[in-house]
């Protein structure tokens, strides 16, 4: 059951990594860099993620990211709210009730 849950663990990390790097990309690094570029923000994503934040929470927390990174990009702020969608959808429980 551990190994279980530590693959399912694994997959909501990755899960997560994947829609940061190809969806959200502040630094437009998607194909040319390394995949690991926001593994920094992983934990911080999942951390909100488990409080099962509104669409606007996850919208601004990643907006807030973003600042935080390369400053104010208005561009990409439409596109926040399609990104949290992406992790909203994200099966995060790490129990029996996958």
């Given amino acids: 059951m551990n190994e279980q849950r530590e693959l399912h663990g ?3 990390l990755a ?5 940061l790097y190809r969806e959200w990309d502040p630094l437009d690094v998607c194909d040319v860099g390394p995949e690991d570029t926001y593994d920094n923000q992983i934990g911080r994503v999942y951390r909100l993620l488990v409080t099962a934040p ?4 996850i919208a601004q927390e990643l907006k807030k ?5 390369i400053g104010p990009d208005f561009s990409k702020e439409k596109k926040l709210y399609s990104i949290a969608d992406m992790l909203m959808a994200i099966n995060i429980k790490l129990n029996d009730e996958t």
């Fill in 65 to 69: 990211i973003q600042l935080e990174l």
């Fill in 15 to 19: 899960a997560i990594r994947k829609v």
């Fill in 54 to 57: 509104t669409r606007e929470e």
């Fill in 10 to 12: 694994r997959a909501i």
